[in-house]
């Protein structure tokens, strides 16, 4: 199936209980590009990914990713995506290759090489050991480790740096540039770490009480607003003006 953009999503809308949470969201994402999606607590970025990924159904509105109908194909783009929602949930008293090999069956792939995925997000030599044994910060990399490990087309990522420590925060940085630009696999991540955002992404998305209000590429803002990312998005979540 040929595609230009990796996700589409057309005045999507989303209510619950009668308020409506997402309201007319249009999004873009290229192929092949790291798309950082960012908004304050309560603006609907979750919402809008569990959308993506066929876990909720829009109220209205439409969304395709990788060509395919969020709500109708949503179990081949679960297929084909690597997705990291919320906080990851693992079989604790299990280690954490067989939570992959586990996954892995879920997906109905075959057998990869598991600790060079481990190795990929820096948990080398921990493979055998229970999950319950993990940090917050290794269990974020598994998390991430979970959604390589089937080798997607595209990865969903919401939060994926929460609990990193610095160290760790510049490796993920390091592994998504090199999964976009070598690998060519499509990045959509939320942050709230807007620094990280504009160090890595080609595209922002900033999502004001459920519309997204801009997608501008970073350069653009540094170009038009030489303030800095930190301003510009006080001044987009304020009210402040924004192209539509």
Not at 125 to 141: A, I, K, W
Request: charge should be negative; glycine fraction near 10%.
């Amino acid at each position: 199936m040929s595609y230009k953009l990796a996700i589409s999503t057309k005045r999507l809308v989303k209510t619950f209980n009668g308020k409506e949470v997402i309201r007319s969201c249009n999004m873009s994402v290229e192929k092949g590009a790291i798309y950082g999606f960012v908004g304050k607590n309560g603006a609907g970025k979750t919402t809008v990914i569990k959308m993506l990924l066929g876990l909720l159904k829009p109220t209205s509105g439409e969304a395709t990713v990788l060509g395919l109908d969020s709500i109708k194909d949503n179990l081949e783009i679960l297929r084909r995506t690597g997705s990291l929602v919320e906080t990851p949930i693992f079989y604790e008293h299990l280690s954490a290759l067989d939570n992959l090999e586990i996954h892995l069956g879920y997906m109905n792939m075959q057998e990869t090489n598991l600790e060079n995925v481990m190795e990929i997000v820096g948990l080398s030599n921990v493979g055998v050991q229970p999950v319950s044994t993990f940090s917050l910060g290794m269990r974020q990399r598994l998390g991430i480790a979970r959604a390589l490990v089937h080798k997607p087309e595209l990865l969903i990522l919401d939060e994926p740096i929460n609990g990193l420590d610095p160290v760790g925060i510049k490796e993920m940085r390091e592994l998504f540039l090199r999964l976009a630009k070598q690998n060519g696999i499509t990045i959509l991540l939320s942050s709230h770490i807007l620094s990280e955002v504009e160090q890595i992404a080609d595209k922002i998305g900033f999502i004001v009480d459920g519309a997204i209000k801009c997608e501008v590429s970073p350069l653009e803002i540094k170009m038009n607003y030489p303030a800095g990312i930190e301003d510009y998005f006080m001044q987009i979540v304020n009210g402040g003006k924004a192209d539509e």
